[in-house]
């Protein structure tokens, strides 16, 4: 399975930039529009039909970053490639796995903004 690269709200400059690491690593990148938020992320990943879904009501307007289908070590190449290249960080990321396959984008932005706050104010 190829490995991909969900992109949320990244501005055109930065993402084009991430387009390039990703295309020394053998990883697509799809950018996900705000209409399919509500597709479960395994179709997004296309490792699944989308079937049908309804466009949620919540939306969100941060960076976000899901990685599907890295091969060991793949992630940590990205995350270094992505220092090395000075990308501006994306502070909510995570990769795909069997319990979050069958989320929509929105309510793995929810889960994931929520760990990251708690994480910053652990830092505090």
């Known amino acids: 399975m190829t490995p991909i690269l969900l992109t949320y709200h990244i501005a055109p400059a930065k993402l084009a ?5 990703c295309l020394r690593l053998g990883i697509r990148v799809r950018a ?6 509500g597709v479960p ?6 490792l699944e039909d989308a079937g ?15 990685m599907a289908n890295f091969r060991s070590g793949m992630m940590d190449a990205f995350l270094n490639g992505f220092r090395q290249s000075r990308i501006p960080p994306v502070p909510l990321k995570a990769m795909l ?12 932005h929810s889960a994931i903004a929520e760990e990251h706050e708690i994480m910053k104010n652990r830092r505090k």
Do not use: R
């Open 32 to 37: 996900v529009p705000p209409e399919e938020y």
């Open 97 to 108: 796995t069997e319990t979050n396959a069958q989320w929509n984008s929105v309510a793995l």
């Open 41 to 46: 992320l395994a179709a997004l990943a296309g």
């Open 17 to 21: 930039k991430i387009q390039v690491l």
């Open 52 to 66: 049908t879904y309804s466009v949620p009501e919540e939306t969100f307007s941060d960076e976000m970053l899901v």
